[in-house]
Nanobody, 123 residues
Framework: EVQLVQAGGGLVQAGGSLRLSCAAS????????IGWFRQAPGKEREGILC????????NYIDSTKGRFTISSDNAKNTVYLQMNNLMPEDTANYYC????????????????WGQGTQVTVSS
């Protein structure tokens, strides 16, 4: 069974940092692209970052460039989202997702999702 299990998240003050993790089982990152998404209340789910099977990363949100990074540890079959200098507008439920082949910021193209984790940034 293909499964993604997320960890991390929580409450942090503006300017702080958090790291989210996404551990895969039932498949290896050699075969799948992993994306990070977020969804704030009343808003659509939006793609943040994606990492390809060859380690290429793509960032889809200008406001997170220079603050958020995605990385993978293939030995642990885990992908990380490092978030620095967090702002209140980063408050959302964060998800990781997996799909074969290329990166995309379109949530509808990802068949496998983690359970989500809440990130709340206080001002």
């Amino acid at each position: 069974e293909v499964q993604l299990v997320q960890a991390g998240g929580g409450l942090v003050q503006a300017g702080g940092s958090l790291r989210l993790s996404c551990a895969a089982s039932g498949f290896t990152f050699d075969d799948y692209t992993i994306g990070w998404f977020r969804q704030a209340p009343g808003k659509e789910r939006e793609g943040i970052l994606c990492i390809t099977t060859s380690g290429v990363t793509l960032n889809y949100i200008d406001s997170t460039k220079g603050r958020f990074t995605i990385s993978s540890d293939n030995a642990k079959n885990t992908v990380y989202l490092q978030m620095n200098n967090l702002m209140p507008e980063d408050t959302a439920n964060y998800y990781c997702a997996a799909k074969p082949y290329s990166c995309t910021g379109l949530a509808t193209l990802y068949p496998t999702w983690g359970q989500g984790t809440q990130v709340t940034v206080s001002s």
